[in-house]
């Protein structure tokens, strides 16, 4: 394994880069299989082929502040799980909230994590 920062090699059980004191796993300039370096935007590393783990609080691209304003502001009706390509969320966040005013509460929950970068995309969950 490599420092996705500055891509020195790393001890698997690593917490940090002894190098540059990263964490593992941060960083966008070098592919954690090969240690090569990488275009901060690719999806793919082209010395490898491997696919490149996008940080937490990737948002599918969009911007964090952004993000974090719709949520809080029309999160209960699920605008941001639209965005973010969440469609069987923003489903659920409008039944939930014309039925049960439960969405504002989720869209809460989504606020505190898209701004603590905890929030994950993923298309094919429900919650």
Known sequence: MFCRQCGKEMNDNQAIC???GVKTGEGNAFCANCGNAVDPNA??????????????GDLAGKDKITMALICFFLGGLGIHNFMMGETKKGILRIVLTCCFYLGSILALIDFIKILTDKYVVDPDKFF
């Open 18 to 20: 002894l190098n540059c």
């Open 43 to 56: 999806a793919v590393c082209l010395s490898c082929g491997v696919a490149i783990k996008k940080a937490g």
